[in-house]
Every structure is written in C-alpha cells, then in structure tokens.
C-alpha cells in the first residue's frame, strides 16, 4: 500500500494531490492538518503473479533465438563451402578459357600462314597459266621438234622436282 503525507497548508503539494487525485485508483483520507492518500486496491493482479509467466516466455526466447543462430551458423558453413568450390570452378573456368584464347591466337597464327601460302601458291599457278597462255600446244609442239632439248631438260627437270616433293609428303617425319 502506498500512503502518501502532505500538509494542507502547502498549495503546491496540495496542487500535487489533485492531480494524483485524477485518477481512479486514488483513495483521499482527510485528518487533521493531514492528508492521507493511499491507492485503493485493484481488480488486476499484481506483477508478481504474471512473473512465471514472463521467465517461461524470456526462456522460450532464448531457447528460440539460440535455436535461429544455429541454424544461420550451419548455413553460413554451407555458403563458405559453396564459395570454396565456386572458386575452385572459377579457377578451373579461367584456366581453360586461357587455353583456349591461346589455342585461337596458334590457330589463327596457323590460318594466317595458310592463307598466305595459298595467296603464294594462286599466284604462281597464275604466271603458269599466263605462260601456257602465251604458248599455245602448236608452239610447244613445233619447239619441241625444232630444238628436243630445251623442252627434254625442262622437263626432265621439272618430272624430277615433282617426284621429290611426293617423296618429301609421304615422308612419316614431314611437316610442313
């Protein structure tokens, strides 16, 4: 029970009690030069009976919380591992992406060379075509039987370049 004691003869402390007055639960006793002021008992229980209540509820809590941080920790391990292993994949990725950057820089390179041995290659064809353009069969023909041996050592020159060019391809050791 609180009892609050003031004298009426202070208006400011009497100016107090009527504002504590306000309320419903505020008992005013008059005795003397007294006052008496007491809260009247109320219909609601105390703090006191809702106390287990609030441990059971702040240990449910706690029980609770305890139990979400675990479960966040055992996801956190499973993103770390997930990360060691994305890195590992990235590593991998980026290995072979360096690889296969170098291998298109070779096969380029390789193209290249290629396309200019063939632009080599269309051009002599092309001289040789404009000679045999230049000669027609009769010509060849009529060289031929005026002067054998100008035609016999070019050929025979030339039947025996090709025949080391077939022996030099079909060599097992050749690259070209």
């Known amino acids: 029970m ?3 004691v003031a004298k009426l003869v202070e208006v400011v402390r ?3 009690l009527i504002s504590l007055l306000a309320h419903d639960n505020v008992l ?4 003397s030069s007294f006052v008496y002021v007491s809260k009247k008992p109320s219909n609601h229980p105390s703090l006191n009976s809702y106390m287990h209540y609030i441990i059971i509820g702040f240990v449910a809590m706690m029980i609770l919380m305890g139990s979400a941080i675990t479960y966040l920790k055992n996801q ?3 993103l770390h591992a997930k990360t060691g292993e994305l890195s590992q994949a990235n590593a991998t990725l980026n290995q072979s992406m360096t690889h296969l950057t170098n291998s298109i820089a070779t096969v380029a390179a390789e193209l290249t060379v ?3 041995k063939s632009a080599q290659i269309e051009e002599q064809v092309s001289k040789q075509k404009e000679i045999f353009e230049k000669h027609s069969p009769a010509d060849i023909t009529n060289i031929g039987l005026h002067k054998p041996g100008l035609l016999q050592t070019r050929v025979n020159h030339a039947t025996a370049e090709v025949f080391k060019t077939f022996e030099k391809i079909s060599d097992p050791d050749y690259e070209p």
């Open 114 to 116: 290629a396309v200019n």
């Open 14 to 16: 009497v100016n107090d």
């Open 76 to 78: 956190n391990d499973k």
């Open 28 to 31: 005013l006793v008059n005795l």
């Open 2 to 4: 609180v009892l609050v």
